[in-house]
């Protein structure tokens, strides 16, 4: 079963705008992860949040993770064509299975 | 860095039939491997646990006598689907976690099953 949900569930901008998605979950975590995916391809590991960190930053991205309301948020500054993919938050709890979320498919037009 | 392969990338077999996947940890040992399910603009669903040299923990609803998965050695686990229908198309993902990385977990590039 899934974890789950992200919003939106799709997401349209521009190219040069930021892109912000949301991930909420319901037990527990010991870590939170973001995963990219293009269409009909595997899994791109993004960025790994542990559930005693707040904010992580790599690059363009910025994730940041609130275990009091068990949501994480997945920002990309200046988007590009390129990054038009499935973004999908994955946690893990104790029993140290991956659970996926809903996803978001965002699409950056140029 | 760690890596995960699966074999085939894809197959198109007929209904009735079974097929094989199978999912090699190519440079670290994996106590654990996860099979996971994707099906078209969804998202991945876990479908079991596999740990070396034991029995596969199923998810709720995924039938273990149709998805057969053996986990005989620290670097290869498979997954037969078998008597395979047309809803079984699907993208079929595993995942290993490196047994000296308790939380890293590494993923396959997929394998794409259609059934005619």
């Known amino acids: 079963s899934q974890q789950g949900e992200e919003d939106p569930q799709a997401l349209s901008i521009q190219e040069g705008e930021n892109a912000t998605m949301n991930c909420s979950y319901k037990t527990s975590i010991n870590n939170l992860q973001w995963y990219r995916q293009n269409s009909g391809r595997g899994l791109v590991h993004l960025i790994l949040?542990?559930?005693?960190?707040r904010e992580k930053h790599s690059g363009r991205l910025r994730v940041t993770l609130d275990t009091s309301k068990k949501s994480s948020s997945l920002l990309i500054t200046a988007s590009r064509a390129a990054d038009t993919a499935s973004y999908f938050c994955a946690t893990s709890s104790n029993n140290n299975d991956m659970r996926f979320g809903a996803g978001t498919r965002l699409t950056v037009k140029p | 860095g760690a890596v995960v392969s699966q074999h085939p990338s894809w197959v198109i077999c007929k209904s009735g039939t079974s097929v094989k996947i199978e999912c090699r940890s190519l440079?670290?040992?994996?106590?654990?491997m996860f099979w996971y399910r994707q099906f078209p603009k969804q998202s991945l669903m876990l479908m079991a646990t596999?740990?070396?040299?034991?029995?596969?923990?199923?998810e709720q609803g995924v039938e273990k006598d149709k998805f057969l998965i053996n986990h005989a050695s620290l670097t290869l686990s498979t997954l037969t689907v078998t008597s395979a229908h047309p809803e079984d198309s699907s993208f079929y993902i595993c995942?290993?976690?490196?047994?000296?990385?308790?939380?890293?977990?590494?993923f396959g590039p997929g394998t794409r099953l259609t059934v005619t």
């Open positions: 995942s290993a976690r490196d047994r000296t990385i308790f939380y890293e977990q590494y």
């Open positions: 596999s740990n070396e040299g034991s029995k596969a923990t199923y």
């Open positions: 949040i542990r559930s005693n960190e």
């Open positions: 440079d670290f040992q994996a106590t654990t």
